[in-house]
C-alpha cells in the first residue's frame, strides 16, 4: 500500500464511521500506542475537514493489560495512556494499525471499561491481516491483507516514519536474511 | 526492559539506567492515580508480603495501596500483632511466610542490611521500605521523581538536605540517587548530627544553614528525631530551630522557582515553619502522591523477571 492508498483509505474510513454515527457529535476516539495514536489523530483530522467538528481524540498503552506480562521474560515498557474526557455514553472509536491476533484488542477493551462505559466500541484499522485467536472483529478496514502467520507486517506514517504506506516482508524472504523480526513477531 | 537487579536494597550503586527505567515507568504508572478506576491488572495472581518491624503510616499505606492498584494479593505483618513477640527469629519468619508461597516482600526494619540478608533466606523479590540508618530507597525515588517532574530534569539542580543527616536514611538515599543522575548535592545540620567524613560521600558539608542556601533549588528538609535529643545531640529544639529550621526569612537566599520537600511526618514549628510548609513552593503532598507511582513502578519492574528468566538471561550474558 502506497502514501495515496493510505489516504484514500483513512478517508473512506472516516466516512464510514460518520455515516454509520450519523454524525460527529457522538464520537470519541482512542488510539492504541504508537502508530493505532498516529491514526487516531490522522481520522479526527479528516473528520474535522468532513464536518467541522473536533472529536476528542486520546491515546492508550496496553502493555498493563496484555495476557502475557507473566510470560515474557522482558518487561513491556509502560508509556503514558492519556484519555482526558469522559468516555461515559459515547460512540467510542477504536483505533489501531494491524488488526492480527486481536489480543491488543482485548486488552484495549478491559482498559476502556476501567475508564468508563461508552455507548458502543466501534473498531477502525488500517490493516487486517487475519490470524484471530479472540472473537474479535473490525467495525471499519481499510485494507484486508492476507498473509501466512510468521509473516511481518508494517505500517508506517509520515509523521513518524517519513513517508506513509504498509509493507509486508514474507517470512521466507525474512529467513533468507536470517533477520530476527519474524522470530520476534512469531513470539507475540 | 528490565532492571538488573531482582531486589531493590540501595540506591549506592544503583545503574544510571535503571533508576531512569523506574522514573520513566513512575511516570506512565502517575497517570493511573487520576482515572476513575485506579487499578491495573499486571500483577495479578502474584502475593506479596509486606514485613514491617518499625512503626509507619505513610510508607506501609503507600506500598499497600501501590500493590492493591497492581491488583497482587498483599497481606501485611507487624510485629506487635504476630510470633515476633513470642520469640521467633527474623529468619524462621520469613522462612514460614515462604512456604505460604509468596513472590515479594517489603521490608522495614531497624537493623541496617536486613533487606540484604534476607536476599539470602529467600526467593523472593526483596523490597527496601527502609533499614536502620542504611537507606530507604523509595523515598529516595519519589523525591527525585518530583524534582524531575517539577524541572523536566535532575542533572543539574542543586539539592540541599537539612536537618539529621547522620541517622537519616532518606539522606542517604537521596545523596546517592541525586549523584548518580547528576545532580550537585550540599548537606547541612548541626556537626552531631552529620555523619563522620561526610565529605566522602561526595557532597558540600554546611553547618550554617543560611550560607548553605545560597544557588539552592531544591531544600529537602529532613526530620528532627525527637527522640535523638535526650541523648544530648542537640542542647535544645529551640536552639535548632532557631539555628537550623526553615523559615520564609530564610528562603530568600535560594534560587528562584525553588522547591521546598520533606520526607513526612513533621514536626512543625521545628525543622519548618507553618509558613513554609503550606507555602507555594512546597511540594511535600505531591511527594506522597508520587510516592505511589514510584513504588508501583519498581513493584512492577521487579515483578516482571522470574527467578529462571534471570537467571538464563545472566547465562547468555
Known amino acids: 500500500m502506497d502514501a495515496p492508498k493510505v489516504t484514500r483509505a483513512i478517508t473512506r474510513i472516516a466516512h464510514e464511521i460518520l455515516e454509520r454515527n450519523t454524525g460527529a457529535g457522538s464520537l470519541v476516539i482512542i488510539g492504541i500506542l504508537t502508530r493505532g495514536a498516529d491514526l487516531a489523530a490522522r481520522l479526527a483530522k479528516t473528520i474535522e475537514e468532513i464536518e467541522g467538528v473536533k472529536v476528542p481524540v486520546g491515546l492508550m498503552d496496553i502493555n498493563l493489560y496484555r495476557d502475557d506480562v507473566n510470560y515474557n521474560p522482558d518487561q513491556p515498557v509502560v508509556r503514558k495512556t492519556e484519555i482526558i474526557f469522559a468516555i461515559d455514553g459515547k460512540n467510542l472509536i477504536l483505533v489501531d494499525d494491524v488488526l492480527y491476533t486481536g489480543r491488543t484488542i482485548r486488552a484495549a477493551l478491559s482498559q476502556i471499561i476501567d475508564f468508563g462505559r461508552p455507548r458502543t466500541v466501534q473498531l477502525a484499522v488500517l490493516v487486517d491481516r487475519g490470524h484471530r485467536q479472540l472473537p474479535i472483529r473490525a467495525d471499519y478496514v481499510g485494507k484486508n491483507i492476507p498473509t501466512n502467520f510468521d509473516d511481518n507486517v508494517q505500517v508506517r506514517f509520515a509523521e513518524r516514519d517519513g513517508v506513509d504506506g504498509v509493507l509486508l516482508y514474507p517470512a521466507s524472504a525474512q529467513r533468507a536474511q536470517g533477520s530476527t523480526t519474524a522470530a520476534k513477531r512469531k513470539k507475540k | ?317
Open chain 2, 1 to 317: 526492559m528490565r532492571l538488573s537487579s531482582r531486589h531493590l536494597l540501595q540506591l549506592e550503586g544503583t545503574l544510571k539506567k535503571d533508576l531512569e527505567l523506574i522514573l520513566d515507568t513512575a511516570e506512565s504508572f502517575r497517570e493511573i492515580l487520576d482515572r476513575p478506576i485506579k487499578k491495573v491488572p499486571p500483577l495479578r495472581g502474584k502475593t506479596i508480603v509486606n514485613l514491617f518491624y518499625e512503626a509507619s503510616t505513610r510508607t506501609r499505606i503507600s506500598f499497600e495501596l501501590a500493590e492493591k492498584r497492581l491488583s497482587a494479593d498483599t497481606v501485611t505483618f507487624t510485629t506487635s500483632m504476630s510470633s515476633v513477640q513470642k520469640g521467633e527469629s527474623l529468619r524462621d519468619t520469613v522462612r514460614n511466610l515462604e512456604a505460604m508461597k509468596i513472590d515479594m516482600v517489603v521490608v522495614r526494619h531497624g537493623s541496617a542490611g536486613v533487606p540484604y540478608y534476607l536476599t539470602h533466606c529467600l526467593d523472593a523479590n526483596i523490597i527496601n521500605a527502609g533499614d536502620g540508618t542504611h537507606e530507604h530507597p523509595t523515598q529516595g525515588l519519589l523525591d527525585i521523581f518530583t524534582m524531575r517532574r517539577k524541572y523536566g530534569h535532575v542533572a543539574g539542580l542543586r539539592v540541599l538536605l537539612v536537618g539529621d543527616i547522620k541517622h537519616s536514611r532518606v539522606a542517604r538515599s537521596n545523596i546517592w540517587g541525586l549523584k548518580t543522575l547528576g545532580a550537585s548535592v550540599a548537606i547541612c545540620g548541626p556537626t552531631t548530627l552529620l555523619p563522620y567524613e561526610a565529605e566522602k560521600f561526595g557532597v558540600d558539608v554546611y553547618t550554617n544553614v543560611d550560607e548553605a542556601m545560597d544557588g539552592v533549588d531544591v531544600v529537602n528538609i529532613l526530620r528532627i528525631q525527637l527522640e535523638r535529643q535526650k541523648a544530648g545531640l542537640f542542647p535544645s529544639q529551640r536552639e535548632y530551630t532557631n539555628l537550623f529550621g526553615i523559615t520564609g526569612e530564610r528562603l530568600k537566599r535560594l534560587n528562584k522557582n525553588y522547591t521546598i520537600m520533606h520526607p513526612g511526618p513533621m514536626n512543625r514549628g521545628v525543622e519548618i515553619t507553618n509558613e513554609v510548609a503550606d507555602g507555594p513552593a512546597s511540594v511535600i503532598l505531591s511527594q506522597v502522591t508520587n510516592g505511589q507511582a514510584v513504588r508501583m513502578a519498581v513493584l512492577y519492574l521487579l515483578a516482571g523477571a522470574e527467578d529462571k528468566d534471570v537467571r538464563e538471561a545472566e547465562e547468555r550474558g
